[in-house]
């Protein structure tokens, strides 16, 4: 049975290729189990040292994370997703750009450095 923060079948089958492979040294915690691990972690925003047991050492699952961020198989992963969702029709690529603007701070913004002028308001005009 697949608990609620770990991948489906289908997902895992996606995944996998994905994956680089180690086949050397000794043997390792298996990648799914790691994986499904590391999903764990991010879903619930918990400490590593706080994932369970059941994925493993939470050292071997920081470390494969680290490994995996570091050589861009995370970015392969979301360029595969977004590539299969693309050619499926389930991307849709417009964009909205905000045009809020947002006033700078005073001293950002080119105000004097010892504090604000003095303004004259209906100053009477010299004759």
């Known amino acids: 049975m697949i608990g609620r923060h770990e991948l489906s079948d289908a997902e895992w089958e996606f995944i996998r290729p994905l994956l680089p492979r180690s086949e050397r040294g ?3 915690l298996d990648d799914r189990t790691v994986l499904n691990g590391i999903v764990w972690k991010f879903r619930t925003g918990t400490a590593w040292r706080d994932v369970p047991e059941r994925f493993g050492s939470w050292a071997t699952l920081h470390t494969r994370f680290r490994r995996w961020a570091k050589d861009g198989t ?6 595969e997703a977004q590539a299969r969702a693309d050619a ?9 750009v905000d045009s809020t603007i947002v006033r700078a701070h005073q001293h950002a913004a080119g105000a004097r450095k010892g504090g604000s ?7 009477p005009e010299a004759a």
């Open 26 to 28: 000794r043997r390792r």
């Open 74 to 79: 995370f970015e392969r992963m979301l360029r």
């Open 117 to 123: 002028a003095a303004l004259v308001l209906d100053a």
């Open 88 to 96: 499926a029709g389930e991307v849709n690529w417009l964009v909205s």
